[in-house]
Every structure is written in structure tokens, then in C-alpha cells.
């Protein structure tokens, strides 16, 4: 076997590409210039975007990169973009202790910097996402937690949680800093932009914000979600009375932004009728067709042809309609309703007629408004009340603004449906409101949405806990095992639903691959290069690696881990969609130890095993490569 490769040595086909595979995670710029590849192919010259040839193509009459347009700018936002290029270096490591059910749960606790974690989900979660609910952090004065450096990657998250010595201070950012509200752009710029990407097509954000920051928020969602896929700016009264100790108007409101990834595509799921409105409905002169409500037959503005006297049943004669407005049938479709009894002119029979608009025939719900009051979605006060309910040891003074569930739990009802595992993200998880609402929900209707959150652990020991994410699992836990024993809620009959499975992040198995400098390649092979390339996964715990593998292989990472012995060896199966992945990390299979894993029940459809075992026995390789070839699985090593 030849020597390793030298500095600049181009490598080997086969080596080039294990290393891609490996070390080329999905960015989101690559996702945008194949889409437009695929889009206009001619736009592109030696593999390269031509940007004058794309203007030529899209009808500009040439580029002029200096000419000012309108949009959100600040100093940052090319280094926020350029966040946007750098690889991810970490993974998700297990952490089984912190989980309920982790085998079966379809539920995600992620302890790590979000913007590290929502690129290392990028592949598995791209699309499948209904729903995103944010709360960031209002950009107050103080300590600003994320500092991003884009060179560190996870080495300044690790320094933040204490796994690597010298921890990193947190950047101020005072109001008298000239770049205030920049650093706050730039910081959410990157994890928005992942975000529209995780977004199923008839997915949509909401995102918590105040007045602060709600002008500059709309402007940089419209740049990246684009202004048409604007659905709303939800205000949501947030106390219950006036702050008599504001020094200006007592603001009793946030905002919630809401924007679809398309617009065209998301419809909000109708509220159901509040007992209220219900009451609308009556039947005074016992139609059989049940329950109605009065419906005006008058429509706004003038019009001749809608303009006709009517005769009362009881002989009263109605000239005309109303002034300025007209009549929304014409003459021969209003005697139509009349003889069908479907207008109603009052117990006397001379009343001003109405349209009968039945309960069973209007549509099953009402659509919701952008007006949000504390009676029917809570305010902050009843939001710590539950917080210290859930955790009755906490420190109450830390969390003053904690959203209460019920309003979670609006948003909830309006962007997810009950039944089809729809997916629901907060990358500011918190204390862990968004996945008490979710238990709280699918306890309530049944249904089987799946949480994941992520948030970092901002160290907060005046709480009586360590770090926030300390705060967040024990939330979740009782909220889980209020739910499941049925605390004022239905217990329901999946326990996978309000179990969870907890992770960290944390660095990579495998090694970015490094140039060797021509003065330590003297001996190497390839194989050593490979080696040195990768960690050494005897020495890394099996569902690190299991993990990583799944993620970077776009498995679904809410799906069930399915664990088997399966001729002798540890095999987990993930089935996601049509896609049944079993990875194998055993060290001696062998082409009897591969016939049975073909055979296992469901019969997977790729298998995953180590490159290790296969080092320098070319010919088992085969013969278990030629095993699932046989059977038709798909079959890779990494």
C-alpha cells in the first residue's frame, strides 16, 4: 500500500469519499445553490454561480452590487451569514440517566448551544417540523449568553458548560453600546435561517417578542421567510392589570410573530366554539334542522338589482334594504330561502328578516384572532405559579416573564393537528413550558405531537439549581408524571408521548480530516490516514456513535429505537417512513452473523456497521456486503 497523502496530494477516490461522507454535513448555502442548480442549471459555470449570467437570466438588466435597496442591514449581518457556511464539529450524546423511556419516547431534550444543535439536526429534521414556538431572549441590558464565535464551534459551548477549563465570559450588551441592537440581529439571523429550513412546507413560527426588538424581528423574518409568508403579529395581553409603577403608559402586551414557511400551503386549525358563542345558536320556532343563529341578509354598499321591496308573512312591507347597503340575494333566491323556511322574520311574522345560519352547517370551529386575552391563554403570573409547581424547590425571583402552557397550548391548537406525529421545536426551551404544553395537550385530545428542545445551560445557581436545563428536565419529568397519573388531565394509553429522551452536545466521533504535513507522512498508509481521521470508537460509548450515525443518515431522531440480540450482537433498529435502519457496531460479524440480521423482523431496508472490523480482511467484507446485496438492503460502513 502506497505512503499517506502528502500536503496537497489529492486523495484517492475511495478515500475522498468515506472522508465527504463523513465530514460534509448538509449546510443550508448548499442547500440553496442546488436548489437553484436545479432551477437554472445555465446559471452556473465551471461548477461556479455566475452572478451576471443569473441577472441575465432572471431579466435584470445587469448587476450592480453598489446600488442601495431597501431591507434590513447591520453591522454583523455578513458575519451571520458567514455562520451559516462554518461545518458542525459536535454530535448528540445520549444521556440515559436524564430520559423517561428513552427507547420508546418520541420526545427530545437537548442540552446545548442551539445554534451547534439546529445544524446537527438539519439533516434528519429538514421539512418535517409543523410547528416552532421561540422565546428568545429580549435583548434587555446585562449579560448577552449567546456570544457565538464561528471559528470555536462547540469548543465555546464546551468552555460555556464547564466541560473544558477557562470558561468563557458572556459579551455584555448594554443599550449604550453603539452595536446594541446588531448583536442581537446577528445572533438571531443564523438560527432563524436553519429554522425556515427544518419548517414542513405546511409548517409555522412563532416567535415571543416585546417592543423592544418586535420592528427590527419583523424586518429580519421578512428577509428570511420572505413578507408574503407573513401571517400575523398576535398581541397577547400578558397581565391582568395596569403597572401603576411605569414610568410612561403601563404596557400590558407582547407580540407573537407569525409566518408560515408557505403561505399558500398553512391554514390555522378552527378553534373550537367557546360555551359563549354556542349560546348564539337557538332554535325559537323548532326547526327540524336543529340549532341557528340569525345571519344579516343585507350586504354593505349600495346596489340596484339587489334592491326590491319585501312582503312580511304577517303583511308588513320592507321598502328596501338598509341606506347605503343592499340585499345579498336577489329577489329570486331570497323567496327560495323563504319557501324553504330558511329565513325567519320573527315570532310575530313582521320582524326584519334573517337569514337562519344552521350549527351544522357552518364550519366546525372559528378562525382564530390576533387578539389574545389572558382570560383564555394566561399571563405571566399564573405562568410562575405553574413554573413553582412544577418545581417547588425553585427560586422564584429568577424567572419573572415564564409563558404560562395555556398560551403554548393556542398555539398549539391552531399550527398541529392531534394525530400524525407532527413535530413541534423551541431551540430557547427554557424551563421547559413548550413540552409541558405538549403533554398537556396530547393528554387532553389524544394526540401524538413530539417535542424538541433545545437550551443551552446557562449556569443560574440563586435558583437552587446548577444550570437552567437542571430546571427544565425536572419540569418535564413532572409534567410527565402529572400527566400520566392523570392529575385533572386523561392519562391516555401511549406512554411514548410523555417520555423523553435527553441529550448534550458534545464533540464528534469522528475527527475533520487534516492535511499531513510532508514531514510527519514519513511510513503512514492510507489506512493510517483513515484511522487518524476518525476517533477511535472502541473507546466511545455505542449510543453516541448510534446517534450520530442516525442523524447523519436523516433518520428522524423522534422516532423509537428498537434494541435487539440478533446473533449475538447489539442491533438497534430505527424505522422511519419507509426507511428501516438498523445499526450494527459488533466487531466480528461475520457473513452467518449478517444472515441473520437480514432476516430480522421488520426486514431492514439498509444496515450500518463499522469500517473497523472489515480493516484488512477485504474478502469478509465481501462475502457480508454480498449477504444484503442478496436480500436487497442497502448496505454501508462507516
Request: glycine residues 8%; aromatic residues 8%.
Amino acid at each position: 500500500m502506497p505512503d499517506g497523502p502528502v500536503q496537497g496530494e489529492a486523495l484517492p477516490d475511495d478515500l475522498q469519499n468515506y472522508i465527504t461522507a463523513i465530514d460534509n454535513p448538509t449546510s443550508v448555502m448548499q442547500d440553496r445553490l442546488e436548489m437553484l442548480r436545479t432551477v437554472l442549471p445555465e446559471a452556473f459555470a465551471d461548477n461556479e454561480l455566475d452572478l451576471r449570467r443569473l441577472a441575465h437570466l432572471v431579466g435584470a438588466t445587469g448587476l450592480d452590487i453598489t446600488t442601495e435597496r431597501f431591507g434590513l442591514y447591520w453591522p454583523g449581518k455578513t458575519d451571520a451569514i458567514i455562520g451559516l457556511h462554518t461545518p458542525m464539529t459536535g454530535t448528540l450524546a445520549p444521556n440515559r440517566d436524564n430520559s423517561i423511556n428513552f427507547d420508546s419516547a418520541s420526545n427530545l431534550f437537548i442540552e446545548g448551544d442551539n445554534l451547534e444543535v439546529l445544524r446537527i439536526l438539519t439533516t434528519s429534521l429538514r421539512g418535517r417540523v409543523k410547528c416552532i414556538y421561540i422565546d428568545p431572549p429580549y435583548n434587555l441590558n446585562g449579560d448577552f449568553v449567546y456570544n457565538d464565535d464561528y471559528r470555536s464551534g462547540i469548543d465555546s459551548y464546551l468552555r460555556l458548560s464547564g466541560q473544558i477549563r477557562d470558561g468563557v465570559r458572556l459579551s455584555s450588551n448594554q443599550e449604550t453600546d453603539g452595536r446594541y441592537h446588531s448583536k442581537w440581529l446577528t445572533m438571531m439571523y443564523p438560527r432563524l435561517t436553519i429554522a425556515r429550513h427544518l419548517l414542513a412546507d405546511d409548517g409555522a413560527i412563532f416567535v415571543s417578542i416585546n417592543d423592544r426588538e418586535a420592528a427590527h424581528l419583523r424586518m429580519l423574518m421578512d428577509d428570511i421567510f420572505d413578507s408574503d409568508n407573513f401571517i400575523a403579529q398576535v398581541v397577547w395581553q400578558r397581565t391582568e392589570g395596569a403597572r401603576n409603577d411605569s414610568k410612561g403608559l403601563s404596557v400590558e402586551h407582547e407580540y407573537i410573530l407569525v409566518y408560515a414557511r408557505d403561505a399558500a400551503m398553512w391554514r390555522p386549525v378552527l378553534l373550537p366554539r367557546t360555551t359563549e358563542q354556542l349560546t348564539a345558536f337557538k332554535n325559537p320556532d323548532d326547526d327540524p334542522r336543529g340549532v341557528w343563529r340569525p345571519a344579516d341578509i343585507a350586504a354593505k354598499d349600495e346596489s340596484v338589482s339587489g334592491s326590491y321591496p319585501i312582503t312580511c308573512p304577517g303583511g308588513r312591507v320592507i321598502a328596501g334594504p338598509p341606506a347605503g347597503r343592499h340585499w345579498a340575494y336577489s329577489r329570486q333566491n331570497f323567496e327560495a330561502l323563504v319557501a324553504d323556511g330558511r329565513i325567519y322574520f320573527g315570532k310575530d311574522g313582521n320582524a326584519y328578516p334573517m337569514r337562519k345560519a344552521y350549527l351544522t352547517e357552518v364550519q366546525q370551529g372559528v378562525v382564530p384572532k390576533t387578539i389574545w386575552k389572558y382570560e383564555d391563554v394566561g399571563h405571566t403570573h399564573r405562568a410562575r405559579k405553574e413554573l413553582l409547581q412544577r418545581v417547588p424547590s425553585l427560586a422564584d425571583e429568577h424567572f419573572q416573564t415564564p409563558k404560562p402552557t395555556r398560551l403554548i397550548r393556542r398555539i398549539l391548537q391552531i399550527a398541529t393537528n392531534p394525530e400524525g406525529g407532527d413535530i413541534v421545536l423551541d431551540f430557547f426551551a427554557g424551563t421547559g413550558t413548550t413540552g409541558d404544553a405538549v403533554m398537556q395537550q396530547n393528554a387532553e385530545d389524544g394526540g401524538d405531537r413530539r417535542f424538541v428542545l433545545v437550551q443551552l445551560p446557562e449556569p443560574c445557581p440563586q435558583t437552587g439549581y446548577a444550570t437552567i436545563t437542571d430546571i427544565c428536565y425536572v419540569r418535564l419529568k413532572a409534567a410527565s408524571e402529572a400527566v400520566q397519573t392523570g392529575r385533572g388531565l386523561l392519562a391516555g394509553d401511549r406512554p411514548e408521548r410523555f417520555g423523553f429522551k435527553t441529550f448534550r452536545l458534545d464533540q464528534s466521533n469522528f475527527k475533520r480530516w487534516q492535511p499531513i504535513p510532508p514531514d510527519e507522512n514519513a511510513g503512514l498508509t492510507l489506512l493510517d490516514a483513515m484511522k487518524d481521521y476518525r476517533t477511535q470508537t472502541a473507546n466511545s460509548a455505542d449510543d453516541s456513535m448510534i446517534t450520530e450515525i442516525l442523524l447523519r443518515e436523516g433518520i428522524n431522531p423522534t422516532v423509537n429505537w428498537v434494541e435487539s440480540r440478533t446473533a449475538g450482537r447489539r442491533c438497534i433498529l430505527a424505522q422511519d417512513g419507509d426507511r428501516r435502519l438498523v445499526t450494527c457496531l459488533a466487531r466480528d460479524v461475520t457473513p452467518a452473523a449478517a444472515e441473520e440480521i437480514a432476516s430480522m423482523q421488520p426486514v431492514p431496508t439498509e444496515v450500518v456497521m463499522l469500517e473497523d472490523q472489515f480493516a484488512g480482511k477485504d474478502a469478509l467484507k465481501s462475502n457480508v456486503y454480498k449477504v444484503f446485496k442478496d436480500r436487497g438492503i442497502i448496505f454501508r460502513t462507516v
